[in-house]
């Protein structure tokens, strides 16, 4: 499995590329400002195909240069954030970012054609998101009304400087979004948080999640679910 991630976005909200080794059909995961030209690069040199685009939620750190890198291949959101793609810097209530996002990303906020909602079966039993990538999603609302978790398994191939490798084996994934990040959680006081939602999503993750999960977050360096049901002060106080 080809895994890499790159952080060089404004506020550094880390943008991720998943494909399979012999099918090379790319999903690019939260292209944040600043990514487009990386993740043009990064294809090109692995010489993979763009099969879709996945969103773990609608802020705009996450989602700004998707209409730089897409043409009509999908573009996948949980779908309580679906209305945010129409204009995601409205939705975000922090207006001072108005002029930084165009700065460090597309000047303009083009809606992607083809946008969908993040399928049904995929929170039910599994979906292949491109040819060789299989992700289950969990609804974990909090930091936005739609934010989700999606976990798969592979063992990352060090192909590319920006490859994520944990280990030689077969892991466990989960691209945690801005649901859970190293020793942190989102902030839920943005329009669409909700406190307590997360506390529940936090709790249910805890209960659901196995502890040997590598969890890519939407900020921040990858961690594991035993590090953080063990020493991060958020999920101690959700389960408290």
Do not use: C
Not at 102 to 127: F, S
Not at 213 to 238: C, W
Request: glycine letters at 8%.
């Amino acid at each position: 499995m080809i895994l890499l991630r790159f952080d060089q976005t404004f506020l550094n909200a880390n943008t991720y590329i998943l494909a399979d080794l012999q099918q090379k059909i790319a999903v690019v995961v939260d292209p944040g400002a600043g990514s487009r030209f990386w993740i043009k690069e990064a294809l090109a040199s692995l010489n993979l195909e763009l099969g879709a685009v996945l969103l773990t939620h609608g802020h705009a750190d996450h989602v700004w240069d998707v209409s730089a890198i897409v043409d009509n291949q999908p573009v996948y959101i949980p779908q309580p954030d679906l209305y945010r793609l129409t204009d995601p810097l409205a939705h975000l209530g922090m207006p001072q970012y108005a002029l930084a996002f165009p700065r460090m990303g597309v000047e303009t906020w083009i809606k992607p054609q083809n946008v969908l909602p993040v399928p049904d079966n995929a929170y039910q039993t599994g979906w292949e998101i491109v040819p060789g990538v299989v992700m289950r999603a969990l609804a974990t609302p909090g930091h936005t009304e739609g934010s989700s978790v999606f976990l798969f398994d592979g063992q990352s191939q060090p192909l590319h400087p920006n490859s994520v490798v944990v280990t030689d084996r077969v892991e466990h994934f989960m691209l945690s979004g801005d649901v859970l990040f190293q020793n942190g959680i989102g902030r839920t006081d943005l329009p669409g948080g909700d406190a307590q939602k997360m506390v529940s999503s936090l709790r249910f993750l805890v209960n659901v999640i196995r502890p040997e999960t590598q969890i890519l977050p939407g900020h921040g360096p990858h961690t594991n679910m035993f590090h953080e049901t063990r020493h991060s002060d958020f999920l101690h106080k959700a389960m408290s």
